[in-house]
């Protein structure tokens, strides 16, 4: 996922750091036609019946970039049918057909959306849930928890047991973690977590999906079609990793490597079609170029533009989707980029080389893992990288957004206490961004950059993070494999010649602060950012005694006003409210106060001098570093070694396939 916020790489807004042509000759169709999808795009097709069976679409099998089914090859297919019913707003009907199991049937909403790390109560959103058997005889619904519907099948008859229910479909602006639906504006979306209930135990077999609509409404969802107008999905995992965009939305077109990709633009649809179809290919072939191959046949980005307030992504298999504050207009927009980069990346980071942990899902419960630095952190510092590889930005502009990140870090304290590991496995208590104050997706980005720079000095520039992550796609994702713990520092150490575990060690596993001077310099970078001091705490001035008291603010006595818990003033037991005599045994007022602790030095002794409820305390600590003024610059060629000028040139060259060369953006050519 790619944090819902102000900016990508601040904190969660996705979470922190998530991101047009009219259309044209739209067919009219009867009032409820059912709607069965495209080849990743818009549909807008005559009604088809539900089939029960019939040949299987599967994924590509075999090859670079491919996905292996290794589950076994059920024949019975769970059907499920959404309508739309204008005389109930904000609602979807969801019908299921599945075969009479021999045992029990227990249906269950997902307590959480693959992507976003967080318990959704999707439960508070489906009503009036209702079973039949085949003959249409009413079953008996027991809804004894809150996620879960048991269905007594006992007095069943025929081969099928059918099952009807709405969802609520009101989630904020056009849709994002959840679904939503306006009869009056022509829109809708389904978030399949929040929408389609599952068979306990079943979520292998595979599914059908037919969508009635309104006329003249469209579809656009990134499954297979067969024929008849029914999609079709590998599993419950795939179902509902399917976006479904509803109602009226532009599309534009493109190819990148020989895959087709469609956009959808719902909402704001104000965009230059020509420029975003050259943006979007030409980060599309570097990100398949850089593994060799695509792990979809074809792949579907939907965009949300304006009324929700936020900017960030929700990656899935085959698409994604994106909601933008701003419309699209000539897609230059960092947000759309790099939002868009760090989506497509995730159909590979995440999806196809995945943790274990995230896939097969549990879908009832948080799962955890130590490894969402690598999934959402890895993916982010691509997402920068491919832009430059693209030709759509430069390597200075690469820099800036580096600097941002370290100065985001840097002015993070939870960074001296929460490990990268720890802000992974947590991310259900952070808001899936991190845990306790540190993001993963900064620190994340930050310590892929160092291990891609330290692998390309320390080989001479044979080896980088490309091939550690083309390592573990070989190994795990070819296999459609979650890769175990210890499989990243065994990909590194293949890729460095060496065992790096120590380096993971430092700057996952522990708290170590990123030693960037040597590494930077290998390549041609240069840092600078000035050190000072702090303890962590802030002051106001003292009230006035009576309204006689005429003083300044700053005359006032000083009153602490703020403690921050991961620096040196809480070691200290400064607490708010306690009024300070003398640090390092100079008197102080509020003013005086104020511009000492803003020019403190960093690693020296502090002594503060208080009064508390009457009882004078003396607190002593150490100043901890902090920095500011932060700027990184590549070097001119004449001030940087040969071997960094290598490693620079390699950094940011074209992994684009050589049948994409002439995507404008390769070779300097302008965008």
């Not at 969802?221 to 999905?233: H, K, N």
């Not at 496995?425 to 952070?430: I, K, L, M, V």
């Amino acid at each position: 996922m790619n944090d819902l916020s102000p900016r990508r790489i601040g904190p969660f807004a996705c979470p922190p750091r998530i991101a047009a042509a009219p259309a044209r000759g739209r067919r009219s169709m009867s009032p409820v036609t059912a709607i069965a999808g495209l080849l990743l795009a818009i549909a807008a097709t005559p009604a088809a019946p539900a089939a029960s069976g019939g040949p299987r679409t599967g994924q590509i099998a075999g090859g670079a970039g491919a996905r292996v089914a290794i589950r076994g090859e059920p024949t019975q297919r769970i059907a499920y049918t959404v309508s739309i019913d204008p005389r109930r707003a904000r609602h979807f009907a969801i019908h299921v057909e599945m075969p009479r199991p021999a045992g029990s049937l227990v249906f269950a909403i997902p307590a959480w959306t693959p992507g976003y790390y967080q318990i959704l109560h999707y439960e508070a959103g489906i009503d009036r849930v209702r079973a039949r058997d085949e003959t249409g005889r009413p079953l008996a619904v027991t809804h004894d928890s809150p996620r879960t519907w048991a269905i007594d099948t006992s007095q069943a008859s025929g081969g099928k047991i059918l099952l009807d229910y709405d969802v609520a479909a009101a989630d904020k602006g056009l849709g994002f973690f959840g679904s939503m639906v306006d009869f009056n504006r022509r829109t809708g979306y389904i978030n399949g977590a929040s929408a389609f209930l599952y068979a306990v135990g079943e979520t292998a077999a595979p599914v059908s999906l037919t969508v009635t609509l309104p006329q003249d409404w469209q579809c656009a969802v990134p499954l297979d079609r067969e024929p008849t107008g029914i999609y079709r999905a590998d599993s419950y995992d795939e179902l509902i990793d399917s976006p479904v965009q509803l109602g009226a939305f532009d599309t534009v077109a493109f190819q990148a490597s020989g895959v087709p990709f469609r956009c959808i633009i719902a909402g704001d649809r104000r965009a230059e079609p020509a420029r975003l179809r050259r943006v979007l290919a030409a980060i599309a072939s570097e990100e398949i170029g850089l593994f060799g191959g695509a792990p979809f046949r074809k792949y579907l980005f939907i965009y949300h533009v304006g009324e929700a307030g936020f900017i960030g992504g929700l990656e899935h298999r085959a698409s994604t989707v994106i909601h933008l504050d701003d419309p699209i207009g000539d897609a230059n927009d960092d947000e759309l980029i790099t939002t868009s980069a760090h989506e497509l990346f995730h159909a590979w980071n995440v999806k196809r080389i995945r943790p274990e942990g995230l896939g097969p899902f549990d879908y009832s419960a948080a799962v955890r893992t130590p490894s969402l630095w690598f999934a959402e952190g890895v993916t982010d510092y691509y997402a920068d990288l491919t832009t430059v590889r693209a030709g759509i930005r430069t390597p200075q502009w690469f820099a800036e957004q580096m600097a941002q990140r370290i100065r985001l870090l840097d002015g993070t304290p939870a960074r001296s206490k929460v490990t990268l590991e720890e802000a992974s496995r947590h991310a259900w208590e952070g808001r899936s961004e991190g845990y306790d104050g540190l993001s993963y997706y900064v620190k994340g980005c930050l310590v892929g950059w160092l291990l891609d720079l330290q692998l390309r000095e320390m080989t001479g520039d044979a080896h980088s993070l490309d091939d550690v992550i083309r390592d573990l796609d070989r190994r795990f994702g070819a296999a459609d494999t979650a890769y175990p713990p210890g499989a990243l520092a065994e990909a590194i150490e293949r890729a460095a010649g060496r065992d790096q575990a120590p380096l993971l060690e430092r700057y996952a596993a522990a708290t170590d602060e990123i030693a960037w001077g040597q590494a930077l310099n290998a390549a041609g970078f240069q840092l600078s950012r000035q050190e000072d001091g702090t303890i962590g705490m802030s002051v106001q001035p003292e009230p006035p005694v009576d309204e006689t008291d005429d003083r300044e603010e700053a005359d006032r006595a000083a009153i602490v006003q703020r403690v921050d818990p991961d620096l040196p003033a809480a070691a200290m037991d400064l607490r708010p409210g306690d009024r300070i005599l003398t640090i390092d045994g100079n008197e102080v007022t509020c003013g005086l106060a104020g511009a000492i602790l803003r020019s403190l030095p960093a690693r020296v002794p502090i002594q503060v001098v208080v009064e508390r409820h009457g009882r004078t305390l003396t607190l002593r600590g150490i100043t901890a570093p902090q920095y500011s003024h932060h700027a990184l610059v590549i070097l001119p060629e004449a001030a940087r070694p040969a071997a960094a000028s290598r490693i620079l040139k390699e950094l940011f060259a074209s992994r684009a396939p050589r049948e994409d060369a002439a995507i404008p953006g390769r070779n300097g050519q302008p965008l």
